[in-house]
């Protein structure tokens, strides 16, 4: 569906299921819209420690023990704050595998001058243990709690720096598409190959303010066997953004489930070979094809307007089907605050503290539709199955899924209006892999013939994540968009 971009922002309400915030500063003065926003840039280092006395880093992603031994280059939490009128909001990565929401919500009490922040992480597969999953045994938690609040002040450092480097900007938005970049280790085979991208630039002329770039790929170049700390290839792709443009550069992770990774047929060694997955180079070589793409995108951007601002966030609640992490809660390893599931994803039911396994469970989490002038940005709590991007799943499903009946989820193409957009993946939490439910396959017969499951639903809170987010979003849209 197609919704009306120009409508009237009704009044800022706060009711227990919806945060509408209406930012709507009403008739421009002389100077035009573009002139009244303010944008800036800022970026704080949250590497850890390691070795010489510190505690031991537990490198996120794949198997658990995987000690951190030394750092091959900084991670960062990087900021771009927006600024119209009395109304300010703030875009946040980390080189992290997925803050979680009550990260963000301790952010967001630090910033509470700030309108709206959304924090997102790249899905770093070669930074801390920031969940839970990976620590040195199954039934023991990787988290360090000193290492969370060490992000969490870099967060709010980098947010604060940002704001402080506000200047007068106007913005173009372009697009560039490459599927053969990313790899999908899942049937059906569907990708999101397009990188989005935002520049800043003064009014005036001259040397940009700022770069902003959405790309749809897993950060784990470096593999299960790396012991080193790193940005992986988002490193390489700013950085090499970085040098060429002379301004900062935002990384942000979009649609990456499924299992979207580095194409490991497409780029080669000097010497005609393919890099393969453990080598810095591949991360290098990737990160620099990313940049590329995203000059690509850059070179064919349009001016946009982003102002007004508006931001429609719902609490959501989702039930915790998954038995492995449940029993992980029970364990102490997933750390996260349990509810009891109504059936209803917008009223939770009473709290059951942190550790309780009994009966139908659910976690809270969050879903966020932003709207930057023409911009739409959408905010998912998780790694969102390219196939709900643009509405690419399967009909009919395989008949041996779990759910082949199931309804489809209403896609995000569909859902936002039509026009520029971002989409922001493992935004404000991480709540794993949202698989459409007709694709959900945990039970023999299995789909595609095969003789065993395949990768994602393990890795999932459950089959009914993908309905209730993507019916959130366009619940969220709704709220943008009515008069």
Same mark, same amino acid.
């Given at each position: 569906?197609?919704?009306?971009?120009?409508?009237?922002?009704?009044?800022?309400?706060?009711?227990?299921?919806?945060?509408?915030?209406?930012?709507?500063?009403?008739?421009?003065?002389?100077?035009?819209?573009?002139?009244?926003?303010?944008?800036?840039?800022?970026?704080?280092?949250?590497?850890?420690?390691?070795?010489?006395?510190?505690?031991?880093?537990?490198?996120?992603?794949?198997?658990?023990?995987?000690?951190?031994?030394?750092?091959?280059?900084?991670?960062?939490?990087?900021?771009?704050?927006?600024?119209?009128?009395?109304?300010?909001?703030?875009?946040?990565?980390?080189?992290?595998?997925?803050?979680?929401?009550?990260?963000?919500?301790?952010?967001?009490?630090?910033?509470?001058?700030?309108?709206?922040?959304?924090?997102?992480?790249?899905?770093?597969?070669?930074?801390?243990?920031?969940?839970?999953?990976?620590?040195?045994?199954?039934?023991?938690?990787?988290?360090?709690?000193?290492?969370?609040?060490?992000?969490?002040?870099?967060?709010?450092?980098?947010?604060?720096?940002?704001?402080?480097?506000?200047?007068?900007?106007?913005?173009?938005?372009?697009?560039?598409?490459?599927?053969?970049?990313?790899?999908?280790?899942?049937?059906?085979?569907?990708?999101?190959?397009?990188?989005?991208?935002?520049?800043?630039?003064?009014?005036?002329?001259?040397?940009?303010?700022?770069?902003?770039?959405?790309?749809?790929?897993?950060?784990?170049?470096?593999?299960?066997?790396?012991?080193?700390?790193?940005?992986?290839?988002?490193?390489?792709?700013?950085?090499?953004?970085?040098?060429?443009?002379?301004?900062?550069?935002?990384?942000?992770?979009?649609?990456?489930?499924?299992?979207?990774?580095?194409?490991?047929?497409?780029?080669?060694?000097?010497?005609?070979?393919?890099?393969?997955?453990?080598?810095?180079?591949?991360? =290098?070589?990737?990160? $620099?094809?990313?940049?590329? &793409?995203?000059?690509? #995108? %850059?070179? !064919?951007?349009?001016?946009? @307007? /982003?102002?007004?601002?508006?931001?429609?966030?719902?609490?959501?609640?989702?039930?915790?089907?998954?038995?492995?992490?449940?029993?992980?809660?029970?364990?102490?390893?997933?750390?996260?605050?349990?509810?009891?599931?109504?059936?209803?994803?917008?009223?939770?039911?009473?709290?059951?503290?942190?550790?309780?396994?009994?009966?139908?469970?659910?976690?809270?989490? =969050?879903?966020?539709? $932003?709207?930057?002038?023409? &911009?739409?940005?959408? #905010? %998912?709590? !998780?790694?969102?199955?390219? @196939? /709900?991007?643009?509405?690419?799943?399967?009909?009919?499903?395989?008949?041996?899924?779990?759910?082949?009946?199931?309804?489809?989820?209403?896609?995000?193409?569909?859902?936002?209006?039509?026009?520029?957009?971002?989409?922001?993946?493992?935004?404000?939490?991480?709540?794993?892999?949202?698989?459409?439910?007709?694709?959900?396959?945990?039970?023999?017969?299995?789909?595609?013939?095969?003789?065993?499951?395949?990768?994602?639903?393990?890795?999932?809170?459950?089959?009914?994540?993908?309905?209730?987010? /993507?019916?959130?979003?366009?619940?969220?849209?709704?709220?943008?968009?009515?008069?």
């Amino acid at each position: 569906m197609t919704l009306a971009r120009n409508v009237r922002m009704a009044l800022a309400t706060l009711t227990p299921l919806v945060v509408w915030l209406s930012l709507d500063p009403g008739p421009a003065s002389a100077n035009s819209l573009s002139e009244t926003l303010l944008v800036g840039f800022g970026k704080a280092d949250i590497t850890p420690e390691v070795g010489d006395g510190a505690p031991p880093v537990f490198i996120a992603g794949y198997g658990q023990d995987r000690r951190a031994t030394g750092v091959h280059d900084p991670i960062w939490s990087r900021a771009v704050v927006l600024r119209h009128g009395e109304e300010t909001i703030a875009l946040v990565s980390v080189d992290l595998i997925g803050v979680q929401l009550e990260l963000t919500e301790a952010v967001r009490n630090r910033l509470k001058d700030m309108t709206y922040v959304l924090v997102s992480s790249t899905h770093n597969h070669e930074g801390p243990d920031v969940i839970g999953l990976w620590g040195p045994s199954p039934v023991v938690s990787g988290v360090n709690r000193d290492y969370l609040k060490q992000v969490e002040h870099g967060i709010v450092a980098s947010v604060r720096e940002a704001e402080a480097a506000l200047a007068h900007a106007v913005a173009s938005y372009g697009t560039a598409a490459d599927e053969s970049l990313l790899a999908d280790s899942r049937q059906p085979v569907v990708k999101d190959g397009v990188l989005r991208a935002l520049r800043f630039d003064p009014p005036e002329g001259g040397p940009p303010i700022g770069l902003l770039v959405q790309w749809n790929c897993h950060p784990e170049n470096l593999g299960s066997r790396n012991t080193l700390i790193t940005a992986d290839f988002p490193e390489a792709t700013v950085r090499t953004l970085e040098q060429r443009h002379q301004a900062p550069v935002v990384y942000m992770t979009g649609a990456i489930g499924g299992l979207m990774s580095a194409a490991e047929d497409v780029l080669t060694r000097p010497d005609g070979t393919f890099y393969e997955e453990g080598e810095f180079a591949f991360a =290098e070589a990737y990160g $620099v094809a990313i940049a590329d &793409l995203t000059d690509q #995108a %850059i070179a !064919g951007a349009s001016p946009i @307007e /982003l102002t007004p601002f508006a931001v429609s966030r719902l609490p959501v609640w989702l039930p915790l089907e998954n038995s492995l992490y449940r029993l992980a809660r029970a364990a102490g390893v997933l750390d996260r605050l349990g509810y009891r599931w109504t059936g209803d994803p917008y009223t939770p039911g009473r709290p059951l503290g942190r550790r309780n396994v009994l009966g139908s469970l659910a976690v809270q989490t =969050e879903v966020a539709a $932003v709207r930057l002038g023409r &911009l739409h940005v959408a #905010a %998912i709590p !998780g790694e969102l199955y390219p @196939e /709900l991007v643009a509405g690419q799943v399967e009909d009919p499903a395989d008949p041996n899924a779990d759910f082949p009946d199931a309804p489809i989820e209403p896609s995000v193409l569909d859902t936002l209006p039509d026009g520029p957009l971002l989409i922001l993946g493992l935004a404000n939490d991480e709540v794993g892999y949202i698989i459409p439910c007709r694709q959900w396959d945990r039970k023999p017969p299995f789909a595609y013939d095969r003789e065993k499951a395949q990768y994602g639903e393990v890795n999932s809170i459950g089959p009914q994540a993908a309905p209730i987010l /993507l019916h959130a979003l366009q619940r969220a849209v709704e709220h943008l968009n009515q008069d």
